[in-house]
């Protein structure tokens, strides 16, 4: 959608010097800051430091980016600061190198790959509700963290280190995520400064890296591949035109991508599902009721109707991704904007899915938005929980298989309750989580 109009995108208000909008983009509410600048404007200018960044904040601009003109964008700054964590894997790449990596990782998302992990998650679910106690206050999102971590690391690792990467990733993770969050929003200078901040960091970028360099060495020292898992499929790959096998660091690095993209988002999502069940009884008594009906032994995915809608709706008002970004590779004009080649643009899936215009009442939890006649057209266009184009989601159908069944096997397996007097308060890192859930386990 690209006009000749050539205009300048509006510079969004409350820059400071130095720091530009760090600020604002520092704030709790991240999704409430880019959904009011949709007064100014669907194409807003934003400053991190000195650096300008063009948010694309309405569904055709994002759509227009990402698909249309999609070879037109790339990278932007949030992977260049995962980088010393991701090294060169699928995140961080870009170009051909990137479209290779897509190709030699794709496997271990083939359908019916998917269709032997959904019955693995589904034990893993019911075997971690099932350790539940009537009268126990649990932390629920610490505890999506840890199913969450379970699920990729006995989906994807058949090795005896799983439980270590597992341990790693339930306690590491949200310092990791949490410290890569700060990095984004703040000018380069930042992260040389000695503060804790930074040195947890670090300290836990070093744990992951030395946990997948140990996963490496293990796989190796027992002769390689033949395990069917993520890590075989890596070492047993090689390139369709050179025949080359990727080397042990480039398997290291798409380990470290694996675990960054495939926990947090889907543990984050689920604590807030735990959230909106506890705080909606006629919805959870509809999951109850369908989790009773169908989720036994071998599960039929396609029967979980309710829960499926229920999760999209999750997906929907709490995505936990505030902000994604690209970098334009050669001078493009986007809603009739001239972008020069290196200019960052950013978009924010939360913010699109808050938007009354296309969802009515949006803020609250409304699983038959989903069911019935679905889903009207603007809705579709303008929901991207696993985002669009080159870059798209390649966890999207595992990450909605696990949180089908995870949703399931606690309304199959228990009932959770918030305490007496609980708000829910939001912390902003790279994801938009809980600051804390206590819930209340009682019996079904
Ligand atoms: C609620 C769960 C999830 C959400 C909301 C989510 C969302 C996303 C989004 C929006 C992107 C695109 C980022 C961009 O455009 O810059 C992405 C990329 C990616 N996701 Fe997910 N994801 C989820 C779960 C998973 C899972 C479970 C896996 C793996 C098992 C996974 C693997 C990946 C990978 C490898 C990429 C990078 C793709 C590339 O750069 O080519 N994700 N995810």
């Given at each position: 959608?690209?006009?000749?109009?050539?205009?300048?995108?509006?510079?969004?208000?409350?820059?400071?010097?130095?720091?530009?909008?760090?600020?604002?983009?520092?704030?709790?509410?991240?999704?409430?800051?880019?959904?009011?600048?949709?007064?100014?404007?669907?194409?807003?200018?934003?400053?991190?430091?000195?650096?300008?960044?063009?948010?694309?904040?309405?569904?055709?601009?994002?759509?227009?980016?990402?698909?249309?003109?999609?070879?037109?964008?790339?990278?932007?700054?949030?992977?260049?600061?995962?980088?010393?964590?991701?090294?060169?894997?699928?995140?961080?790449?870009?170009?051909?190198?990137?479209?290779?990596?897509?190709?030699?990782?794709?496997?271990?998302?083939?359908?019916?790959?998917?269709?032997?992990?959904?019955?693995?998650?589904?034990?893993?679910?019911?075997?971690h509700v099932s350790a539940w106690?009537?009268?126990?206050?649990?932390?629920?999102?610490?505890?999506?963290?840890?199913?969450?971590?379970?699920?990729?690391?006995?989906?994807?690792?058949?090795?005896?280190?799983?439980?270590?990467?597992?341990?790693?990733?339930?306690?590491?993770?949200?310092?990791?995520?949490?410290?890569?969050?700060?990095?984004?929003?703040?000018?380069?200078?930042?992260?040389?400064?000695?503060?804790?901040?930074?040195?947890?960091?670090?300290?836990?970028?070093?744990?992951?890296?030395?946990?997948?360099?140990?996963?490496?060495?293990?796989?190796?020292?027992?002769?390689?591949?033949?395990?069917?898992?993520?890590?075989s499929m890596l070492m047993e790959?090689?390139?369709?035109?050179?025949?080359?096998?990727?080397?042990?660091?480039?398997?290291?690095?798409?380990?470290?991508?694996?675990?960054?993209?495939?926990?947090?988002?889907?543990?984050?999502?689920?604590?807030?599902?735990?959230?909106?069940?506890?705080?909606?009884?006629?919805?959870?008594?509809?999951?109850?009721?369908?989790?009773?009906?169908?989720?036994?032994?071998?599960?039929?995915?396609?029967?979980?109707?309710?829960?499926?809608?229920?999760?999209?709706?999750?997906?929907?008002?709490?995505?936990?991704?505030?902000?994604?970004?690209?970098?334009?590779?050669?001078?493009?004009?986007?809603?009739?904007?001239?972008l020069e080649a290196g200019t960052?643009?950013?978009?924010?899936?939360?913010?699109?899915?808050?938007?009354?215009?296309?969802?009515?009442?949006?803020?609250?939890?409304?699983?038959?938005?989903?069911?019935?006649?679905?889903?009207?057209?603007?809705?579709?266009?303008?929901?991207?929980?696993?985002?669009?184009?080159?870059?798209?989601?390649?966890?999207?159908?595992?990450?909605?298989?696990?949180?089908?069944?995870?949703?399931?096997?606690?309304?199959?397996?228990?009932?959770?309750?918030?305490?007496?007097?609980?708000?829910?308060?939001?912390?902003?890192?790279?994801?938009?989580?809980?600051?804390?859930?206590?819930?209340?386990?009682?019996?079904?």
């Amino acid at each position: 959608m690209t006009t000749a109009l050539n205009r300048k995108a509006p510079t969004a208000p409350g820059k400071l010097p130095v720091l530009g909008h760090s600020l604002s983009l520092l704030r709790p509410d991240r999704v409430g800051y880019f959904t009011a600048l949709r007064s100014i404007g669907d194409l807003v200018e934003i400053k991190i430091g000195a650096r300008p960044y063009v948010l694309l904040n309405s569904p055709e601009l994002v759509r227009d980016a990402l698909l249309e003109q999609g070879s037109s964008f790339d990278r932007g700054r949030i992977f260049e600061k995962a980088r010393p964590y991701v090294g060169d894997g699928l995140f961080t790449s870009q170009g051909t190198e990137h479209l290779r990596q897509r190709r030699s990782v794709q496997p271990a998302f083939h359908h019916a790959r998917l269709d032997s992990y959904a019955g693995m998650m589904a034990d893993i679910a019911r075997r971690h509700v099932s350790a539940w106690q009537p009268g126990d206050t649990l932390n629920a999102d610490h505890e999506m963290h840890v199913l969450a971590s379970e699920i990729i690391g006995r989906t994807m690792f058949q090795s005896p280190l799983a439980r270590e990467v597992i341990q790693l990733c339930s306690d590491e993770l949200p310092t990791l995520v949490q410290g890569l969050g700060v990095r984004t929003v703040l000018p380069d200078f930042f992260t040389q400064l000695p503060l804790p901040v930074n040195r947890r960091y670090d300290a836990a970028c070093a744990k992951f890296r030395d946990a997948a360099r140990r996963l490496v060495d293990s796989y190796r020292e027992s002769g390689g591949g033949g395990r069917g898992d993520f890590v075989s499929m890596l070492m047993e790959a090689r390139d369709a035109k050179t025949g080359v096998a990727p080397t042990d660091t480039e398997i290291r690095d798409q380990i470290m991508t694996l675990l960054i993209s495939a926990i947090e988002t889907p543990a984050t999502t689920l604590a807030w599902a735990l959230y909106e069940l506890a705080s909606a009884p006629e919805v959870r008594a509809q999951l109850e009721e369908e989790a009773d009906r169908v989720f036994h032994g071998d599960v039929d995915l396609a029967e979980l109707r309710v829960t499926e809608a229920f999760v999209l709706e999750n997906l929907r008002l709490h995505h936990p991704l505030w902000m994604l970004m690209r970098r334009a590779v050669r001078p493009v004009t986007v809603g009739g904007v001239h972008l020069e080649a290196g200019t960052e643009v950013i978009y924010s899936p939360a913010a699109m899915h808050r938007d009354p215009a296309i969802f009515p009442d949006p803020m609250r939890i409304r699983p038959e938005r989903w069911l019935g006649d679905g889903p009207t057209p603007e809705m579709q266009r303008a929901f991207v929980p696993f985002g669009l184009g080159r870059r798209q989601c390649m966890g999207d159908a595992f990450a909605m298989i696990q949180m089908k069944i995870s949703v399931a096997a606690v309304a199959a397996g228990s009932r959770l309750s918030l305490p007496a007097g609980f708000r829910p308060k939001t912390v902003t890192t790279s994801v938009v989580r809980l600051a804390e859930l206590p819930m209340i386990v009682g019996a079904r």
